[in-house]
Structure formats: structure tokens, C-alpha cells
């Protein structure tokens, strides 16, 4: 059941073709560990397990008829953790139902047996009240990208057409701002990052959401290409 409601949830999220969905094992590892939840590659993780679940049949007789009803009920919860700084930034939680009815009038006609599907069915129903909600959290990030690499004057970036760039686009060069530790959280807090310049799109290469990169031209202050993991892109 938990790969069940794993699958709608990756389904639905890929439905709306705003995310690159990665699937992890151990999460409660790297939950444990924010370093660990850093080296992802990944914005947020979501989080989450199904709270309950019933099914019941019922049954109704009458002088010519008599009818069974199958109804499952699941809860789903669900947190979505933001994996640089290992915050939650949205939790809840909703329900979901299924049913299915079957009839016999004299005589005729048959009760359906256990139904497997309905359990899929009021997970799907559940997590349909969420996804919006986890779709608007996620979209209120500025989007980022990194810089991979410097060839010949050119400037390879993360990402490419699947994430909405088109060539002649440019996009804000940041170097990190410092990391400090929050006393009153305990979690590490990356402060603003300094503008340096602008990286305008020429190409793209890659053939997979995942793979995808762009090649850039960049104008703007100097930038130390033996410590590229000091930067960062951003659309804002």
C-alpha cells in the first residue's frame, strides 16, 4: 500500500509537468542528517504515510432485491521538507473514500467479490487534495540552477527546455552567501547570496529532464571557475 499511494503521488506530481521527480531509499537517514539531505540534488523531499485505512461491506435486503456495498476509507499525510535547510515547510493530512455497489433481483445478477482497486482509488482521492497544495509551496522557491562547468569561454548550466528556458534568456549569477547556524533552530541558514552578473542561454544539450544542461554566455564580474560550487543561477 505504500508503493501504492508512492506511485499516485509521483503520477500526479508528473501530471502537472512542473517537477523532475527523483526517488530515494533510507529516507529516514537523510532526514536525520542535513548534510546528507543537501547532497540530493534535489529541492524538497516529500514525506508521508497513509494514517488509516478501512474497509467495510454493508449490506441491504428488500422483498425482490438485495444489495452489497463495498466502501474504503484511507488517510493520508503528508510533509514536504525543504532539503537545504531540513525545515518543513507544509504538512497536512485528508481523506479519502471508494465504493462499489453490486444487486441481485430474483435471483439474478451477482455480488461483486473483494475489490482491489477501490483501496487505489481512495488513496488517489486523498492525495488529489494535497497536490495543489504542494504544487503552490514548491512554486513560491525562486528556481535555481548551478554552474557545471567552464569551456572556452562558455558557460555550462543545469537545466534546459523542460524547466521552461528558451534560448536568449538570462538569468541572475550569484556567489552564496555565507552559512551560519540558527541558535534557536539548530539548522544551518545560508545567507543572501551576492549578484555578480548574468548568464544568457545560447544551447542545450541533453535528452532527459535529468540530463538536460544549457551553455551560456556570461557578462558580469570575474568568477572562480576551480570553485563553481561557490554559485549559483537564479531566475529572480
Known amino acids: 500500500m505504500r508503493k501504492q499511494a508512492m506511485d499516485i503521488l509521483s503520477a500526479k506530481l508528473a501530471a502537472s509537468e512542473k517537477?523532475?521527480?527523483?526517488?530515494?531509499?533510507?529516507?529516514?537517514?537523510?532526514?536525520?542528517?542535513?548534510?546528507?539531505?543537501?547532497?540530493?540534488?534535489?529541492?524538497?523531499?516529500?514525506?508521508?504515510?497513509?494514517?488509516?485505512?478501512?474497509?467495510?461491506v454493508q449490506g441491504q435486503k428488500k422483498v425482490f432485491s438485495s444489495t452489497k456495498t463495498q466502501t474504503v476509507e484511507a488517510g493520508v499525510s503528508i510533509r514536504l521538507v525543504d532539503t537545504q535547510t531540513g525545515m518543513i515547510i507544509y504538512s497536512d493530512e485528508a481523506r479519502g473514500f471508494a465504493e462499489t455497489t453490486s444487486k441481485k433481483t430474483l435471483g439474478n445478477g451477482g455480488y461483486a467479490g473483494y475489490d482491489a482497486t477501490l483501496a487505489d482509488k481512495a488513496i488517489s482521492a486523498a492525495l488529489s487534495q494535497l497536490v495543489e497544495n504542494i504544487i503552490n509551496k514548491c512554486m513560491d522557491k525562486p528556481w535555481r540552477s548551478y554552474i557545471l562547468s567552464v569551456e572556452d569561454g562558455a558557460y555550462i548550466i543545469s537545466g534546459g527546455p523542460s524547466q521552461g528556458i528558451k534560448a536568449g534568456d538570462s538569468f541572475n549569477v550569484y556567489k552564496k552567501g555565507k552559512t551560519v547556524k540558527n541558535p534557536q533552530t539548530g539548522l544551518e541558514v545560508e545567507l543572501p547570496g551576492q549578484k555578480l552578473g548574468t548568464v544568457t542561454i545560447l544551447s542545450f544539450f541533453g535528452d532527459l529532464p535529468e540530463s538536460e544542461i544549457s551553455v551560456c554566455s556570461y557578462s558580469g564580474a570575474d568568477i572562480n571557475a576551480l570553485a563553481l560550487e561557490d554559485y549559483y543561477i537564479s531566475d529572480k
Open 19 to 56: 517537477f523532475i521527480l527523483l526517488e530515494r531509499d533510507d529516507l529516514e537517514v537523510l532526514l536525520s542528517e542535513n548534510a546528507a539531505m543537501k547532497k540530493l540534488g534535489a529541492d524538497y523531499i516529500i514525506v508521508g504515510s497513509i494514517t488509516e485505512f478501512g474497509r467495510k
